[in-house]
Structure formats: structure tokens, C-alpha cells
């Protein structure tokens, strides 16, 4: 029998949540253009919509919130988070921004220019997002194997190494600016990457001069894959696993919401003192003084705590466990789904579910809606409406290779009962998949659309 294990902490504080009628549902959706996006949180019962800023926090961290310095300059809780970013990160200079995106924006306002391209395993879309808005191009050459879902290879995160060796050849070193890899590898399944696979990425990278940065959102549970997966570190702690892979970057950004377990939060981290100095410049224009970067103090604080607890193996045992769970009962009920499961969500293959709605109708959209009208669940899709879009050359629409729905579980807040009603759902749903319909976009915005596009479904 599979061993899930429980969790490590017990509840202190609870949050009543609520089964809303039917009737409800189906009006909201209405209202926001079935996009779940514009649903009021409280007319949810189940929140999978991410694991982003959505995690219980611990006593030690509310305990740490409540010594916050909250100086302008100077703080101490910043010298706090510092001790921890560099015990774990080890970078020599980091500036705090208020969530990962603005590290990025920080980030990628600085390095590029126009026509430039960022190579990557594959770009979160914020990432994604901020590349594109500078006339960049974002590139993705993650291996082959993460395109198929069925795949159990342990680290379909990892980025193809000969792709990234013909693409610096084909396109020049000059034209990129910066080189990048995402772990866990969200918009491929939360998939990790190995450490051999790093170590050559960054080899890559440096023989050919180009910075390599690190989106580091699931550090953690990417260290723990690697502890359990890879051969040679299953002695190593998390801790050193996470100090080896960022000694061979020169930066990282970071969304604290993920691993560090904060509701808010993030930091940009490099060795270059120039890219820090014109950091802090970009931060004082848009974020804040260096030393709180749009946060506040008792927010360092909290973070500083969440970097070191998000590395606990029992947690990170619980953690990967229940996501496992809820995929294993998925399987056991012929519902398709990314093998193997990633470290934060379990994505459903919504192409497979739903093969008779073709990409331009939104498979995974079509879920999350199902997946709210039937259950009050709300979820994202991660497909055709995030990732879209027209070529820059020929204007012909490309696709993503997988159409999906994530079901993201925040950390610490959910338990094993909860994930058995959404078992239930996505199997009553399952049941009468051939009556599900694709949607149309009636409107949405150049950038990041799925975050407030409103559809129709196609009669
Ligand atoms: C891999 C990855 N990078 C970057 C981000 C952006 O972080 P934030 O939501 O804090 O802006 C996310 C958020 O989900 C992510 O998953």
C-alpha cells in the first residue's frame, strides 16, 4: 500500500469555507466570463487556483512578524532575511521586491533590449510576460520527454542541452543577454530538474559567457526531488542540496509566495555588484528603498523564517506525499494527468480528458470551468489561452504541446478529505466528459490574457 505521510504540524486556526448552491456557481460564471479568475474567493469551497501566497503560515513565522523592524532604511528584519538568502542562496547582493514578477520586471528591464532572446527549461508566464513586453524573446528547450505526459522520466524539468547549444550557436552569444532555467518547472507539470542537468546548463551558459539566473520559486521541493531521485545525494541534506545548485548560478529571481510559505513577497539575487547597483536604481523607481523593496518589515521577517522552513524534510515529505496522493487517486480513476506528479499541484491532461475540444477552444479552460460548476473547486488552466499565440513571423497561431489544468495545493492549508471531494468531482465530471463544450474568447488583453479574459462557451 502506498505510505502518504501525515502532516507534521497540527491546526491551530481555522477558516470556515463554504459549499455554494449551484445555482450561485453558474451565475458567477456567467458574470466573469467563465474565466475563474473573477470569482469572489469566498464563493469558493476548494481553492486550487495556485499555491502561490496561498500557504498556512507557522507559529514561528506570525512570532517572527511580530519583531519586524519596520525603519525605512536599514531595517533589521532586512539584515535578517539577508543572513538567510545567503545561507541558503549564497549570492553576494539581493534587493527584496514585493513578489517574484517584479524581480523579473527589475531583472529583465535592465538586461534587455529588443530582438535579444532569454533561453530557458521553460518560462513561468509573468516570465514569459516580462521577457515579451521588452521585445525580447522568450525561448523554451525543455527535453522532449516533458512533452509527453506519460512519461515517468524524474526530472522532465530538465532543459535539452543540445537545443541550448544550437541555440546560442544560431542565434549569437551577444543576442543573449541572460540565461535562465525555472525550478521546478511550473508551466511543464512542476516537473524538477537534476543537478546534473544544472551543473551543464551552467557550464553552457558560462563557456559562452552569459549569466545564468535561476527562477527559484520551488528551490525546496526541487532539492528534495533531487534528494530522493538523483544518485549520490541522498545523504545530502536539502540545505546543501540548495546551496550546490545556486553555486553555480550568478543570480536568481524568486517568489516567496512558493516555498518560503509567505502570503507576499520575493527577491531578486546576484553576484554582479553593476546589475545590483542598477537593481537598487530600478527598485527606487518602482518598488521601494533597497533594504525593504515594497514590503514591509515584518514581511522580511516572515520570509527570512519560510526560506529555512520550506527546506524541512518532513515537511517536504508531507508536502511531495499529498500531491502525490491526490494524482495516485486520479490515476486509479482514469483521469489523466502529467506523470510523474510534480512537487506542488497535480496538472490534469485536459487535451486527453476533453480530445474532442481542439486547442483553440480551450481544453483546460473548459475544466476549470466544469471543475467549478460541479464542485465549487477553482483551479487555472495552464494551455492554449496562457500560452497562445501568434507567430512573429508568419501570424499563425502556435500552441502549446500540452493543454492542461492545474489544480495547485497550498501548502499546509488542505487536508486529505478535502483532496478525496475533489477526486469526486473530476470522476462525476469524467463521467459525462463528451457533453463538455470549448469556449471562445469574447475579449482579452495583449499580455497574459488568461488572468482576465472573458469567454463564451461554443453552442
Ligand atoms: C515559476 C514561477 N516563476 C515566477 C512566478 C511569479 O511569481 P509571483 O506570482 O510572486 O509574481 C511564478 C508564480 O506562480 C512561478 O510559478
Not at 557550464?203 to 527562477?215: L, V
Not at 536604481?281 to 523564517?305: C, H, N, V, W
Not at 460541479?374 to 493543454?403: N, Q, W
Request: aromatic fraction near 10%; include cysteine; charged fraction near 25%.
Amino acid at each position: 500500500m502506498a505510505i502518504y505521510p501525515p502532516e507534521p504540524f497540527r491546526i491551530k486556526m481555522v477558516e470556515p469555507i463554504r459549499l455554494t448552491p449551484i445555482s450561485e456557481r453558474e451565475a458567477a460564471l456567467k458574470a466573469t466570463g467563465y474565466n475563474v479568475f473573477g470569482i469572489r474567493a469566498e464563493e469558493v469551497y476548494i481553492d486550487l487556483l495556485t499555491d502561490s501566497g496561498t500557504g498556512a503560515m507557522s507559529q514561528e513565522q506570525w512570532a517572527a512578524m511580530m519583531i519586524g523592524d519596520e525603519s525605512y532604511a536599514g531595517a533589521r528584519s532586512f539584515f535578517r532575511l539577508k543572513e538567510a538568502i545567503q545561507e541558503i542562496f549564497g549570492f553576494t547582493y539581493f534587493v527584496p521586491t514585493h513578489q517574484g514578477r517584479a524581480a523579473e520586471h527589475v531583472l529583465m528591464g535592465i538586461k534587455l533590449k529588443p530582438g535579444q532572446s532569454v533561453p530557458s527549461n521553460m518560462h513561468f508566464d509573468t516570465t514569459e510576460g516580462n521577457i515579451l513586453s521588452r521585445g525580447a524573446i522568450p525561448i523554451n528547450l525543455v527535453i522532449d520527454e516533458a512533452k509527453d505526459p506519460t512519461n515517468n522520466h524524474p526530472f522532465k524539468g530538465n532543459m535539452d542541452l543540445n537545443k541550448l547549444k544550437d541555440f546560442i550557436k544560431k542565434v549569437g552569444r551577444e543576442n543573449i543577454p541572460i540565461g535562465m532555467i525555472t525550478i521546478t518547472n511550473n508551466s511543464g507539470g512542476g516537473q524538477p530538474v537534476s543537478m546534473e542537468n544544472l551543473r551543464a546548463v551552467s557550464e553552457i551558459y558560462h563557456e559562452n559567457g552569459i549569466p545564468f539566473i535561476i527562477d527559484a520559486c520551488r528551490y525546496a521541493e526541487n532539492s528534495y526531488f533531487i534528494q530522493q531521485r538523483e544518485a549520490g545525494y541522498k545523504n545530502k541534506s536539502t540545505l546543501e542540496i540548495a546551496q550546490e545548485i545556486f553555486s553555480l548560478a550568478d543570480g536568481a529571481t524568486m517568489s516567496a509566495k512558493k516555498d518560503a510559505i509567505v502570503n507576499i513577497g520575493g527577491f531578486l539575487a546576484m553576484n554582479d555588484k553593476h546589475l545590483y547597483d542598477e537593481a537598487c536604481q530600478a527598485l527606487i523607481m518602482k518598488e521601494g528603498f533597497p533594504s525593504y523593496g515594497g514590503l514591509a518589515g515584518r514581511d522580511l521577517d516572515a520570509i527570512a523564517t519560510g526560506l529555512r522552513e520550506g527546506l524541512r524534510e518532513d515537511y517536504l515529505e508531507y508536502r511531495t506525499g499529498q500531491t502525490r496522493y491526490l494524482a495516485d487517486k486520479f490515476l486509479e480513476n482514469y483521469i489523466p494527468i502529467i506523470e510523474p506528479p510534480g512537487g506542488h499541484a497535480v496538472y490534469v491532461d485536459a487535451g486527453r480528458l476533453f480530445s474532442h475540444i481542439p486547442h483553440e477552444q480551450f481544453p483546460g479552460f473548459a475544466l476549470s470551468v466544469e471543475l467549478y460548476r460541479e464542485g465549487c473547486i477553482r483551479t487555472t488552466e495552464i494551455g492554449s489561452l496562457m500560452f497562445g499565440h501568434p507567430d512573429p513571423v508568419t501570424k499563425e497561431m502556435i500552441y502549446p504541446a500540452l493543454e492542461m489544468t492545474r489544480l495547485a495545493i497550498p501548502r499546509r492549508v488542505y487536508t486529505q478529505s478535502h483532496l478525496d471531494y475533489v477526486v469526486k468531482t473530476i470522476s462525476t465530471i469524467a463521467q459525462r466528459k463528451d457533453k463538455v463544450q470549448g469556449y471562445r474568447i469574447v475579449e482579452a488583453p495583449e499580455f497574459l490574457r488568461h488572468f482576465t479574459a472573458r469567454l463564451e462557451p461554443i453552442k
